[in-house]
């Protein structure tokens, strides 16, 4: 990267490494220099491309303006779910559901961190991060560094298909999608309702749903996702969202303005551990809700977790899916992995018979024992019983 780039020969020692600048790297990078305690920290920031493009969009729900409210294109107040002839718009009060582009984020935090002198950037392919001991050395073609501190998102999509095949003893679904970002010549969307889910879609191989995310009233981003075993090729997502808009759609022209493609891991599964002094963050340090495939929002608690605790002189702890709300994730796993249930009748019950609040407090990890009461009391206990049972039995 430009003015502050180096290409180190020998091996230069840092206060902190960052090794992958996507959304968990920088997101850390950003927190660090709003510390008033960490900010002048020597840090080196490693990625094999600092050249972003606007590669995925980024939905969550917040209770409050959070740090990047001043990136949010878009905000709803109302969501809405949908199967066969049952339909539901819930208000999501006191939520917002909310949408930050992919770009804006990245070159929000890159313009931001060039201010400092004390951040050096490497755009390199990192081929090790080893320790021995106290420190990590990261190393790359043509250089390495070292330090105490570095914190890992690299995750490369090979190694991921990897473990999704090999024989993890948890389930292991991907979710999928494409997602065309769509602009009509008339007005055809209620801007005000994002449609979370509409199972109005084949569910015979896959609990599959389409997510329609209204920007005004004749743009939307629209994306097929499927929770399953396989990824599909880009052409079967292609005729599902063309048959999808010309049926709800029909006869109105349509331009498509942006594509984005998606696999998220959807397991209970490690994908690794933080070994001091080597610490994992983001989709590598299994950030990602394994029931839902949300990950911004535990980003942004891990990266507040471990800047907390680097400021009080603490050994960063990455973890932010605790044992309660991650053995819930893992029996709704086994159910779809399995085929115990379809999806679309889990997630139709729980929206049907609770309100949005409570749903996001449940999927943010945060709600109270009597509001997970309230969620599993929508779901069938036949079903969900003798699946928690054995999630149980293979943890013992
Ligand atoms: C298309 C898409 C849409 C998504 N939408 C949402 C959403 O709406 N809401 C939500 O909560 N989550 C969403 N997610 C899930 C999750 O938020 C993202 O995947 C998130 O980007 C994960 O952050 P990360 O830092 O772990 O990985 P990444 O953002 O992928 O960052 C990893 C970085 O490592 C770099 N890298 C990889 N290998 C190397 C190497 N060998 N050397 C150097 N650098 C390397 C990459 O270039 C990249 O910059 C989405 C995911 C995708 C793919």
């Given at each position: 990267m430009d003015n502050n780039s180096t290409h180190l020969q020998q091996e230069l020692t840092y206060d902190i490494i960052i090794a992958g600048a996507g959304c968990a790297g920088l997101s850390l990078l950003y927190s660090v220099l709003q510390s008033p305690v960490l900010k002048g920290s020597k840090i080196l920031v490693l990625d094999?491309?600092?050249?972003?493009?606007?590669d995925r969009t980024w939905c969550f729900w917040e209770l409050n303006p959070g740090p990047f409210q001043s990136l949010v294109c878009k905000q709803w107040d109302h969501i809405s779910i949908h199967k066969a002839s049952f339909s539901k718009e819930l208000a999501t009060a006191p939520y917002s559901y909310k949408m930050i582009q992919g770009l804006d984020f990245y070159n929000h935090i890159i313009q931001y961190a060039k201010q400092f002198s004390n951040v050096i950037w490497e755009e390199a392919v990192v081929s090790s991060i080893e320790t021995d001991g106290d420190f990590a050395t990261v190393q790359w073609e043509g250089g390495k560094a070292k330090s105490n501190k570095v914190f890992s998102s690299i995750l490369p999509m090979d190694t991921l298909y990897t473990i999704s095949q090999s024989n993890i003893s948890k389930p292991f679904l991907w979710q999928h999608f494409k997602g065309l970002l769509v602009q009509f010549e008339s007005n055809v969307f209620n801007?005000?309702?994002?449609?979370?889910?509409?199972?109005?879609?084949?569910?015979k191989d896959a609990t599959g749903f389409m997510y329609l995310l209204p920007l005004n009233e004749s743009k939307a981003l629209v994306e097929y996702t499927l929770f399953s075993k396989t990824i599909l090729p880009t052409q079967a997502y292609d005729i599902v969202l063309e048959a999808y808009l010309d049926k709800h759609y029909p006869n109105m022209p349509y331009q498509i303005l942006h594509e984005e493609l998606g696999a998220i891991p959807m397991t209970t599964q490690a994908f690794a551990k933080s070994n001091v002094p080597i610490f994992v963050i983001g989709t590598l340090g299994n950030?990602?809700?394994?029931?839902?495939?949300?990950a911004f929002h535990f980003i942004q608690e891990q990266v507040k977790q471990i800047v907390h605790q680097l400021e009080n002189g603490a050994e960063p702890n990455t973890?932010?899916?605790?044992?309660r709300h991650q053995f819930y994730d893992a029996v709704l796993l086994y159910i779809l992995h399995h085929n115990l249930m379809e999806g679309s009748e889990i997630f139709k019950r729980i929206f049907e018979k609770n309100n949005a609040a409570t749903i996001f407090k449940f999927l943010s990890n945060t709600s109270n024992l009597w509001e997970d009461i309230q969620i599993m009391r929508s779901l069938p206990t036949k079903i969900f019983l003798p699946a928690a049972i054995k999630v149980l039995a293979r943890r013992s």
């Open positions: 094999k491309s600092f050249e972003k493009s606007n801007p005000g309702v994002a449609r979370l889910m509409d199972f109005n879609v084949d569910q950030a990602v809700k394994s029931s839902t495939g949300y973890e932010v899916h605790y044992t």
